[in-house]
């Protein structure tokens, strides 16, 4: 059973939220968030990547970075930027990219669901990742960028979202990139209680993006956990800012590779070894988008090519059978000597959102072959999680991406 409760938001005046909502903090380099705080100075990004606030040449990890994200977040609110709600509310998150919605219920979800596996995860987490946005969180005594989580779609909590939405919202904004964000509240006593009550009927919810947002909060709460040890359960620092989705209304974009070279084979010894586990088709200069799962393209040295597994290299495996698992297993590793893509700097991923085209610029730049991925689907992502198993690296692209500053969960 999940346990979702209602929060005392910290959040953006209604005039203001446009201005403050940013994209995640992991989506920039250093030079990008610099560009967009001095572009826009309400941004959250400024308090998410505090080092803008430094000398380009200061160590965006230093202790002076994590006081001066707390000391921004002080001053936004005594300027009246970021008001708290008041009261207990669960909030409804919609997002509208191409013409295509989802919304989700925000709301903070239970560390100890995430240490009892009711919360599923699908990806390995970094400890060097995981520290810093635990100084972060420890510091600003605040979780400032929510957890995407899914489920899979319950009919009672559809009705209570359509109907709410039928209301005034309380945010209404598109964001330079075109993505068009409305939040609604939920603070019928009523419909909390709907909510809170149909969430505990769920076994499961799964971590669709955010693993080491997540884990850096679950371990600050287990820090204040030893720093409190008369702690009862219901203070705020046992739970953790996240926005849930109904898995039907999500979208996984392609995550493709590019890699820089051949692995010393020349292009027909290359396509022979790739012949040993694919079909190969050649697709002439247009870019080849994979429709169906099992499919491949590849763009070299400026043609196209569909490649397609061969039946004996399926599986049934929820890991083993991810197509981002046919390609490493069967080309990138035996082919091109691809071991570890954590690691290796011969290889890189471009995710599908910036199109096919950017993988045929990529192969006339810096790399030598790039791969179009048929994405991973919602249910694979669910069937990897349920079976305690991680997915490989970069196998899932999300679309639209979540805006912080709009939800602020502080933990005292």
Same mark, same amino acid.
């Given at each position: ?66 006081? $001066? ?10 300027? +009246? ?13 919609? &997002? ?7 919304? +989700? ?18 990806? $390995? ?15 600003? #005594?605040?979780?400032? +960028? ?31 990139? =075109? ?24 076994? #499961? ?32 620092? #046992? ?22 070279? &051949?692995?010393?084979? !020349? ?32 763009? &070299?040295? =400026? ?12 599986? #049934?495996?929820?890991?083993? !059978?991810?197509?981002?698992?046919? &390609?490493?297993?069967? %080309? ?19 995710? +599908? ?34 079976? !305690? ?12 991406? %979540?805006?912080? !500053? ?7």
């Amino acid at each position: 059973m999940a346990t979702i409760r209602p929060f005392n938001a910290l959040r953006p005046r209604e005039d203001a939220a446009g201005n403050v909502a940013a994209l995640p903090y992991d989506v920039y380099n250093r030079d990008e968030a610099l560009a967009e705080v001095l572009k826009e100075p309400f941004s959250f990004l400024k308090i998410d990547r505090a080092e803008t606030q430094f000398d380009q040449n200061f160590n965006p990890y230093d202790a002076q970075v994590y006081e $001066k994200a707390r000391d921004l977040l002080q001053e936004m609110i005594r300027d +009246g930027i970021f008001i708290r709600e008041g009261k207990n509310c669960y909030y409804i998150y919609e &997002l509208t990219m191409d013409g295509r919605s989802q919304a +989700g219920i925000v709301g903070c979800a239970s560390i100890d669901d995430y240490l009892d596996n009711v919360i599923k995860k699908h990806e $390995k987490t970094r400890e060097d990742k995981e520290i810093d946005r635990i100084k972060h969180v420890d510091v600003c #005594n605040a979780q400032t +960028g929510p957890i995407f989580l899914a489920y899979r779609s319950q009919k009672a909590i559809n009705e209570v979202v359509d109907r709410i939405k039928e209301g005034t919202p309380l945010y209404d904004f598109v964001a330079p990139d =075109g993505v068009h964000h409305t939040v609604w509240k939920i603070d019928d006593r009523a419909d909390v209680e709907t909510i809170y009550t149909e969430f505990q009927k769920i076994q #499961n919810v799964y971590i669709a993006d955010g693993h080491h947002r997540t884990a850096s909060a679950v371990k600050v709460g287990l820090k204040r956990r030893e720093a409190n040890p008369g702690y009862t359960g219901k203070e705020e620092f #046992n739970y953790f800012l996240s926005v849930l989705f109904p898995h039907d209304q999500l979208r996984i974009l392609d995550y493709n590779r590019v890699v820089k070279d &051949l692995n010393g084979l !020349g292009k027909e010894e290359f396509l022979k070894e790739v012949k040993e586990s694919f079909l190969i088709e050649d697709r002439g200069e247009k870019p080849y988008k994979p429709t169906e799962k099992g499919t491949f393209g590849m763009y &070299l040295e =400026g043609v196209w090519y569909k490649l397609i597994a061969k039946k004996e290299i399926r599986s #049934n495996d929820p890991v083993e !059978g991810l197509d981002v698992s046919l &390609l490493q297993n069967y %080309l990138l590793t035996p082919v091109l000597n691809i071991i570890d893509i954590r690691t290796d700097k011969r290889v890189d991923f471009v995710g +599908g959102i910036r199109g096919l085209e950017e993988l045929e610029q990529r192969v006339k730049t810096d790399m030598k072959v790039a791969f179009s991925m048929y994405p991973t689907s919602i249910n694979e992502l669910f069937a990897v999680s349920d079976a !305690g198993q991680l997915m490989p690296p970069k196998s899932t692209w999300f679309e639209p991406k %979540l805006r912080s !500053g709009l939800f602020i969960h502080e933990l005292e």
